[in-house]
C-alpha cells in the first residue's frame, strides 16, 4: 500500500480551549462528548482524560447514519465495557436524539439524586459538549435547542468560546471550542482524521490522501466502490490505480487524454465524507477487549 499521508496540525487555540474547559468543570455536572461513528477512536481526544477528570461522561457517536450499522454496534459494546454510554446519532437529522434524555438520566441520575437529598428539587443539569473541530457539536446544540442558535460549518474551528444554551426541561449544555491535540503519535489517526475532513485539506497532500483512502476502503468496501463509480475493482488494490480509474470514468480528463488526478482526488474526498459511498467505517474495536 502507499506510504502514510504525514499529517502536520498546529491548533493555535488549543491553550486557550483547555483553559476554558478546566476553569468551567465547576459550573457543569457532566459531560457529552461527541465523536464520529466511521473514527470512533481518532475523533476523540486523549488529552480530554486529563482535564476533564472524574466527571460523569457520555458519548454520541454521530454520522452514525454514514457509518457501518454493525460497526456501529460493536463500537456502542466496546464503550459500554469501558463504563462509558453511547449512542449512535445523527445530529443533522436528530435521529437517535430521542434516545438523549434518558442516556443522560440514566448517566447522570444519581447527581439527580443527590441535589433532591439537599432540597433541590427541579435543579437543571448543567452538561458540557466537548469534541474536535468538524465533528457535529454545533448541530447538536443547535438540533437539541430547536434551532440554528449555534454557529455552524462545515469546516474545523468555527466556535470560538464556551456558550450556554437551554434544550428542554431540566438540561443546560455548555458548547465549546472544538480543538485537536499537538501531535498526532499515530500516523493513522492523523490520515484518519484528514479523511473525514478534521484536518484541513491544505494540510495535506490531497491527492495521496484520496489513494490512502481509497485503498483502505477497498480493502474492506471493495463493493461500495464498484457500485458508486461503476467499476471494476482490480484484484489487488492499487490506491494510484484505483483513482485513474475513477477519474477517466467520471471524465475528468486533462489534454492529451490525461487523467486529471487532483480533480479526481477532491471528487472522491467530497463523496467520501458526504456519505454518497454508503456507510463505511473506518475503525473498528480491537476484538479482544470487545464485551
Not at 151 to 156: G, I, L, Y
Amino acid at each position: 500500500m502507499t506510504d502514510a499521508v504525514s499529517v502536520q496540525w498546529f491548533p493555535g487555540h488549543m491553550a486557550k480551549t483547555r483553559r476554558l474547559i478546566t476553569e468551567s468543570l465547576p459550573l457543569i455536572d457532566g459531560v457529552v462528548e461527541i465523536a464520529d461513528a466511521r473514527i470512533p477512536v481518532s475523533s476523540r481526544n486523549p488529552e480530554l482524560n486529563a482535564w476533564l477528570g472524574d466527571k460523569p461522561r457520555l458519548l454520541l457517536l454521530n454520522k452514525a447514519d454514514i457509518a457501518d450499522e454493525a460497526a456501529n454496534k460493536r463500537w456502542i459494546r466496546y464503550f459500554a465495557a469501558q463504563g462509558i454510554p453511547a449512542l449512535p446519532v445523527d445530529c443533522k437529522t436528530g435521529k437517535g436524539l430521542g434516545g438523549f434524555s434518558a442516556l443522560v438520566n440514566d448517566r447522570l441520575g444519581h447527581v439527580l439524586e443527590k441535589y433532591h437529598q439537599k432540597g433541590m428539587v427541579g435543579r437543571t443539569l448543567r452538561l458540557m459538549v466537548v469534541g474536535i473541530p468538524n465533528v457535529g457539536k454545533s448541530s447538536f446544540i443547535n438540533r437539541m435547542a430547536g434551532g440554528s442558535r449555534a454557529k455552524v460549518a462545515d469546516r474545523p474551528g468555527v466556535t470560538r468560546g464556551n456558550q450556554w444554551f437551554t434544550v428542554g426541561k431540566g438540561i443546560e449544555l455548555m458548547d465549546t471550542a472544538g480543538v485537536l491535540w499537538p501531535k498526532f503519535d499515530d500516523a493513522t489517526v492523523g490520515e484518519h482524521l484528514a479523511f473525514t475532513g478534521a484536518v484541513k485539506d491544505v494540510v495535506t497532500d490531497v491527492e495521496l490522501l484520496a489513494v490512502r483512502l481509497l485503498e483502505l476502503v477497498g480493502l474492506r468496501y471493495a463493493d461500495r466502490l464498484s457500485e458508486r463509480y461503476k467499476i471494476a475493482l482490480p484484484a489487488e488494490t492499487d490506491g494510484p490505480a484505483l483513482l485513474e480509474l475513477i477519474g477517466r470514468k467520471r471524465g475528468m480528463l486533462l489534454s492529451g487524454g490525461v487523467v486529471d488526478t487532483e480533480r479526481a482526488s477532491v471528487m472522491v474526498l467530497d463523496e467520501y465524507r458526504a456519505g454518497k459511498w454508503g456507510r463505511i467505517t473506518l475503525e473498528l474495536p480491537d476484538d479482544e477487549k470487545e464485551a
